[in-house]
Structures are given as structure tokens and as C-alpha cells.
């Protein structure tokens, strides 16, 4: 058990774990603008190691907030070795925060794990909610079960804790957002196979927001999906991203033709084809606004 004297700094204290992507660089840059004490936990030289339970316990000890965003990239062939990767670097992971967050003098304030709204099942008929969404098969839906489950099992009754079941995420520079706009440039913009699957989103200033709306309310804890109020369908999706960056026509891509192409990039069709729809009930309901609602403004945004 580390020393309550372990540390002493005035400000208050945020531990990003394994936030060296797009969403982890926006976090960095949003919480050292706000001048908060920024600790780093990942395999990347010069922060904390996720083997070293003592230093993540001693930089855990009175954090304001704890952000967990560790997990593979899942943009890759889903074979035995590449699935085995991606489900333990999200389990073992979060188990190694719990075990340390158990051990703390003063544990942090607020747990927050990533998710994902894959969780849900290939909704066509309505949207997913916390509430009533149902959950899916397979073995995306497997990780994010497993991944919500090691969260909550940890016992860390000081800590208040919440999931972020966290929709595609559209933002400058990253993301998903590369690969989508090369498709509108050179005017392959269209629809992916069917086109009627549904597009849920969020973007990256929104979701960032999130995190501190749950920061603030001490009142709110477990699930949240972290999503747009708008979803659109993948052809409704396209056409906007065409607009935005001045695109008239875009030739559509049929199933069969994504299925070829995903196995020569080396990833699933999964992260297109499948009907991702879900609904942000519980932060409207707790009166989240959200700063780009519509897919329209989150583009303009983007592609200025």
C-alpha cells in the first residue's frame, strides 16, 4: 500500500492508460491545457509500465480521474493470434488498473473505461440504448462483454465508475476518418454493400466533453453509450461526406468487393457492413448537449 505522502502536487490529478491514439492524443493535449497533473500509463518508452504495479498504484493515489483506453486496434484479420491480442490487451489491462486502484491509500475519484457500441447486435429495426439494447453475438461482441466485465468485477468501492460504449469516432487528422476520405476524393464515395446499414458516430470534441460532463456530475455511474442523437444510414453517411468535401458523385462498393479489398488491406468488412445503431439516451436524459449532433455539422467541421 503506497504512502499517502507518495505525492503532492495542488493540481488535480488525471492517469490516461493506454491513451497514445487519436483519442488518448485529444485527451493529453485537452488536460494539460486545463493544467491537471498528467500521468501516463502504457508500453510506450518513458511511461508508466503496465507491469510495474507498484508505480501505477503510487501515480493512481489521489487522482481526480482515471481514463482507460487501452486495446489493439481491432483494423486487422480477426485470426487466432490477432483475436487472442486484441481480447487480452483490453482484459489484462483493465484487471492490472483494478488490482492497483485496490491497492491505493486514496484511491482515484472516478474510473472511466473505454467500450464499444459493437456491443450491441446489427440493429436495422430501432436504435440501442443502454436501457434496452440488445446485446450481439460473435467475436466483437465477446471482447466487449469481456472488457465490461473485467471493469466491473474489480472491487474498488471509493472509485465511482462508468463504461463509455464508444461509437466511431470522427475527428481532424485520424480516426477513421483517413480512409473515408480518400474514398470520397478519388470518387469511390458511395455506399458500402447495401447501404441501409446504420452509421453511428460520435465526434471527437463531443466525446471529449463526455468525459468531463461525467467528471462533474458525481451523481452518474455505469453504463453510457457515447454516440451522436443522429444516425444515419452508410448511404446517407457518404452523401454527407461528399458534400463536405465538394464530391457530387461517389461509385458505391458492392459486399463482394469490400469482402476482396478487406482481405488485401488485412481487416474485417465487419467494420463497415455491420448495422451499428445506437442512442445516447442516458446522456440526453442527464442533459448532455452535445456540440455537433448532426452529421452535417460534425463534416463541416472536419473538412474545414
Excluded at 478519388?186 to 466533453?209: I, K, T, Y
Excluded at 462498393?253 to 481487416?267: F, S
Aim: neutral net charge; glycine residues 8%.
Amino acid at each position: 500500500m503506497t504512502s499517502p505522502n507518495a505525492f503532492s502536487t495542488s493540481n488535480p490529478k488525471i492517469v490516461l492508460a493506454g491513451a497514445t491514439g487519436f483519442i488518448g492524443r485529444a485527451l493529453q493535449k485537452r488536460y494539460a491545457e486545463k493544467g491537471y497533473d498528467l500521468r501516463m500509463i502504457s508500453r510506450r518508452t518513458g511511461d508508466i509500465s503496465w507491469n510495474d504495479h507498484a508505480e501505477m498504484t503510487n501515480a493512481l493515489n489521489g487522482a481526480a480521474l482515471l481514463v482507460n483506453l487501452a486495446g489493439r486496434s481491432v483494423n486487422c484479420r480477426y485470426n487466432e493470434h490477432n483475436k487472442r491480442e486484441i481480447m487480452n490487451s483490453r482484459t489484462e489491462t483493465t484487471h492490472a488498473l483494478g488490482e492497483a486502484v485496490m491497492s491505493c491509500y486514496n484511491p482515484p475519484e472516478l474510473w472511466i473505461n473505454s467500450g464499444t457500441a459493437t456491443i450491441y447486435r446489427d440493429a436495422r429495426d430501432r436504435p440501442m440504448t443502454e436501457e434496452d439494447g440488445e446485446l450481439g453475438s460473435g467475436f466483437s461482441v465477446e471482447v466487449a462483454k469481456a472488457w465490461e466485465e473485467a471493469f466491473f468485477s474489480s472491487s474498488t468501492p471509493a472509485t465511482r465508475k462508468a463504461v463509455l460504449r464508444i461509437s466511431i469516432v470522427l475527428g481532424r487528422g485520424g480516426g477513421v476518418m483517413t480512409p473515408y476520405i480518400n474514398l470520397v476524393r478519388f470518387g469511390l464515395g458511395g455506399h458500402q454493400g447495401p447501404g441501409d446499414q446504420r452509421f453511428s458516430w460520435v465526434h471527437l470534441e463531443d466525446l471529449c466533453r463526455m468525459i468531463e460532463f461525467l467528471e462533474e456530475r458525481k451523481d452518474l455511474s455505469g453504463i453510457f453509450n457515447a454516440s451522436a442523437p443522429e444516425q444515419v444510414t452508410n448511404a446517407e453517411q457518404m452523401k454527407i461526406m461528399r458534400e463536405a468535401y465538394g464530391r457530387r458523385l461517389g461509385l458505391p462498393a458492392p459486399a463482394w468487393m469490400l469482402e476482396v479489398g478487406a482481405v488485401a488491406i488485412r481487416t474485417e468488412t465487419e467494420l463497415i457492413l455491420k448495422s451499428r445503431w445506437v442512442a445516447p439516451e442516458r446522456m440526453l436524459r442527464e442533459g448532455f448537449q452535445f456540440r455537433y449532433p448532426t452529421l452535417r455539422e460534425a463534416m463541416a467541421e472536419i473538412a474545414r
